[in-house]
């Protein structure tokens, strides 16, 4: 009987000590896991701290140890955010954004010729920046920091569009938006649905608008994807997007007319099928200004918007309104248009539209039509043998 009271006490004796035992060592745990957190964002700060320092890099000559030392320094940096287990402190941010914002916004050299700017938009050397492999590191930084890390990306929302495109809109010669919009287009990938109110207000203040100026050939590819990031994740933006680009149509940049024509047709097939019939009669109406136009080009790329299945699902949804503009512009241009090009591919487009809607080209019946005054007959031909004599 003895032994057998001894036993439950011994036992209660063991499950105390492996208690004790497991807190001293999960309290060992913490403290560890603690002071390499701790280590970790000293590190993460050392290394920003290093890689503030800026450098012209005209000068080959001038401290190449440093330049290829702070080579070395945004790459290790890079590595410490692509391995990151948890998301960066937010001591971490102000710092990071900061040193970010100190080698990117630079006055960049401005070509020498400015019109250059415009007639070769995919030729990048007339400005680019003399350091390009820091600003690649950098660039690659913010991508993976915006993609991996939520209070970065939310932190960069805030930081990245006050001391860029406020500068543009004052100085349309400044370079440098289409690599900021390729930074952007990372971040509003990573967008979840629904949408905020601001990044809503951030497409319709900003991206809409960056439409307008004349230079927009420049950025226009990574302008078009960072739109259409928009309404892909919500279709009912596409409303919005549509008449804002109608709003900055250019009136004789016919260069300019051939892209919008074709980011058009691009958002035709991501926008809600629902509003068809609200932006049928705006859209087509361009469409056919467009395809009135004396330059072959423009007037080219908007009869191709035809082939778009997208594009005709919508013209038909709303055929009472849009028909009755769409042949006055295609009989214009059969008989005005001077491009034999543009009246073949007019043709080939009546024939589609004859197919689809049979009715369209009718000849109208004489019952139809709408008597002559004999009395107006008589004072034409009175007014006409008065002007004889």
């Known amino acids: 009987m003895g032994a057998q009271n001894k036993t439950p006490k011994a036992s209660t004796n063991k499950k105390s000590l492996q208690y004790l035992f497991d807190l001293d060592s999960r309290t060992e745990l913490s403290n560890g896991r603690r002071q390499s957190f701790e280590s970790e964002n000293e590190e993460f700060l050392s290394l920003i701290t290093d890689c503030t320092v800026t450098y012209t890099f005209t000068d080959p000559s001038k401290s190449p140890s440093q330049q290829d030392l702070k080579r070395l320094k945004l790459i290790q940096l890079l590595s410490l955010i692509k391995n990151s287990k948890h998301p960066l402190h937010?001591?971490?941010?102000?710092?990071?954004?900061?040193?970010?914002?100190?080698?990117?916004?630079?006055?960049?050299?401005?070509?020498?010729?400015?019109?250059?700017?415009?007639?070769?938009?995919?030729?990048?050397?007339?400005?680019a920046n003399p350091a390009p492999s820091c600003?690649?590191?950098?660039?690659?930084?913010i991508?993976?920091?915006?993609?991996s890390s939520a209070p970065i990306q939310k932190h960069s929302e805030t930081?990245?569009?006050?001391?860029?495109?406020?500068?543009?809109?004052?100085?349309?010669?400044?370079?440098?938006?289409g690599e900021l919009l390729?930074?952007?287009?990372?971040?509003?990938?990573?967008?979840?649905?629904?949408?905020?109110?601001?990044?809503?207000?951030?497409?319709?203040?900003?991206?809409?608008?960056?439409?307008?100026?004349?230079?927009?050939?420049?950025?226009?590819?990574?302008?078009?994807?960072?739109?259409?990031?928009?309404?892909?994740?919500e279709p009912a933006l596409g409303g919005v997007v549509v008449r804002g680009v109608l709003k900055y149509w250019p009136v004789t940049n016919c260069p300019k007319e051939v892209l919008l024509v074709g980011e058009l047709e691009e958002l035709v097939g991501d926008i809600d099928p629902?509003?068809?019939?609200?932006?049928?009669?705006?859209?087509?109406?361009?469409?056919?200004?467009?395809?009135?136009?004396?330059?072959?080009?423009?007037?080219?790329?908007?009869?191709?918007?035809?082939?778009?299945?997208?594009?005709?699902?919508?013209?038909?949804?709303?055929?009472?309104?849009?028909?009755?503009?769409?042949?006055e512009g295609?009989?214009?241009?059969?008989?005005?248009?001077w491009s034999k090009s543009v009246k073949q591919l007019t043709e080939n487009v009546k024939a589609m539209l004859e197919e689809m809607e049979p009715g369209l080209?009718?000849?109208?019946?004489?019952?139809?039509?709408?008597?002559?005054?004999?009395?107006?007959?008589?004072?034409?031909?009175?007014?006409?043998?008065?002007?004889?004599?």
């Open 90 to 127: 937010a001591q971490i941010l102000s710092p990071l954004f900061s040193m970010l914002s100190t080698n990117r916004f630079r006055p960049l050299t401005p070509p020498s010729n400015a019109l250059l700017l415009y007639l070769l938009p995919e030729d990048e050397d007339l400005c």
């Open 135 to 141: 600003l690649t590191c950098k660039l690659h930084t």
């Open 143 to 147: 991508s993976c920091s915006a993609s």
């Open 159 to 177: 930081s990245l569009i006050n001391p860029s495109f406020s500068v543009f809109s004052i100085d349309q010669k400044q370079c440098g938006i």
């Open 182 to 233: 390729e930074i952007w287009g990372s971040i509003i990938n990573g967008f979840t649905v629904p949408l905020k109110e601001e990044h809503k207000l951030f497409l319709m203040r900003v991206l809409i608008p960056l439409h307008k100026p004349k230079g927009m050939l420049v950025y226009h590819r990574q302008l078009t994807y960072c739109v259409s990031q928009f309404v892909q994740k």
């Open 274 to 327: 629902e509003q068809y019939r609200k932006l049928a009669l705006p859209l087509c109406t361009q469409i056919t200004k467009c395809l009135n136009s004396w330059n072959s080009q423009v007037a080219e790329r908007a009869l191709y918007v035809w082939n778009s299945k997208y594009f005709v699902k919508m013209a038909l949804q709303a055929t009472e309104d849009v028909f009755p503009v769409i042949v």
């Open 330 to 337: 295609m009989e214009k241009n059969l008989k005005w248009h």
């Open 361 to 389: 080209y009718t000849p109208v019946p004489p019952e139809a039509r709408i008597p002559r005054n004999p009395r107006l007959g008589r004072r034409r031909r009175r007014g006409k043998r008065s002007g004889r004599e």
